[in-house]
């Protein structure tokens, strides 16, 4: 390991920032370095604007892919390289992105994929308790037994993302259901743990497979990944009716922008919708001048 790329490993763990942003970070540095064949704190401004344009034109990369790289080369550069910050914003813009909605599931389609796709009980659990609790895939697998509070009705998310721990909810449908799982298995460790080794968690691959699983043996349309099941989770509590900022708190969403990206109204929900154009009595106006 070079003397540079240490000095950048421990700047990122200085800074607190997670685990799988500093794997991010040093993936991007590593291979601008590789493109150019050279260390990167020997760069030009122009050089990193370079490949990034390469990124966009001849790549092809997303946006946020893009978004992420800048942010990788801004931290490189500021805290290791220590160039002036403000002329790398100049030069390293941030890519736009476009507006996608969440592919979000239909109450009927999630009964389908429970039921029909469910599979095995652990598979059925886990994929209820990624939607019952509007949870991310990477905490649905580190969830433990003991962050499951029946009591409460309430499930403890520790260091979801941002290092940041939340509750959100535990239904009683969700809880009966966990339990016949945990009667099965007896787990008194990770909820969800590896298949080959209860004394590590279910990893992200396992879980996301269990889902494209599911969505097959259910025959219901691919809704993107897994993550569909917390756009669902979040856009069908805001059609009922809970507030915003309530579904903001349960998501752990640090701003309540993100959170309205959900505000958005499902096609089978138009077809639900009255016109107030139906409220007006025209008959009654009617009768009236007769």
């Known amino acids: 390991m070079t003397t540079l790329r240490l000095q950048f490993i421990q700047e990122l763990a200085l800074r607190g920032l997670a685990e799988r942003?500093?794997?991010?970070?040093?993936?991007?540095?590593?291979?601008?370095?590789?493109?150019?064949?050279?260390?990167?704190?020997?760069?030009?401004?122009?050089?990193?604007?370079?490949?990034?344009?390469?990124?966009?034109?001849?790549?092809?990369?997303?946006?946020?892919?893009?978004?992420q790289a800048v942010n990788a080369f801004r931290f490189f550069y500021?805290?290791?390289?220590?160039?002036?910050?403000?002329?790398?914003?100049?030069?390293?813009?941030?890519?736009?992105?476009?507006?996608?909605?969440?592919?979000?599931?239909?109450?009927?389609q999630l009964e389908q994929l429970f039921t029909v796709g469910g599979g095995p009980p652990r598979d059925r659990a886990f994929l209820m308790t990624v939607y019952g609790g509007g949870l991310r895939l990477n905490e649905a697998c580190h969830l433990r037994?003991?962050?499951?509070?029946?009591?409460?009705?309430?499930?403890?998310?520790?260091?979801?993302?941002?290092?940041k721990d939340r509750y959100t909810l535990l239904s009683p449908?969700?809880?009966?259901?966990?339990?016949?799982?945990?009667?099965?298995?007896?787990?008194d460790g990770w909820l969800f743990p590896a298949h080959h080794d209860v004394q590590q968690p279910m990893l992200d691959a396992t879980g996301q497979r269990i889902f494209y699983?599911?969505?097959?043996?259910?025959?219901?349309?691919?809704?993107?990944?897994i993550h569909s099941l917390r756009h669902s989770f979040a856009t069908h509590l805001l059609e009922s009716g809970v507030e915003i900022t309530v579904v903001q708190r349960l998501l752990g969403h640090t701003s309540l922008n993100t959170t309205a990206g959900y505000l958005h109204v499902r096609q089978e929900r138009l077809g639900q919708i009255t016109s107030p154009l139906?409220?007006?009595?025209?008959?009654?106006?009617?009768a009236t001048k007769g």
Do not use: C, M
């Open 21 to 67: 942003t500093q794997e991010a970070y040093i993936h991007q540095v590593y291979h601008l370095a590789k493109y150019y064949r050279r260390p990167p704190d020997t760069l030009t401004e122009a050089e990193v604007h370079a490949y990034l344009i390469h990124l966009a034109l001849e790549r092809q990369w997303a946006a946020s892919s893009i978004n």
């Open 78 to 108: 500021q805290h290791v390289a220590h160039r002036e910050l403000a002329a790398l914003r100049q030069a390293l813009p941030f890519a736009r992105r476009s507006v996608v909605r969440a592919q979000v599931f239909s109450v009927a």
């Open 145 to 163: 037994v003991a962050d499951l509070q029946s009591s409460r009705h309430q499930i403890r998310v520790v260091q979801g993302k941002g290092r």
């Open 173 to 187: 449908r969700l809880l009966e259901e966990l339990r016949r799982y945990w009667k099965l298995y007896r787990l």
């Open 213 to 225: 699983r599911a969505v097959q043996r259910a025959g219901l349309p691919r809704q993107g990944g």
């Open 278 to 286: 139906q409220l007006l009595d025209f008959n009654r106006v009617a």
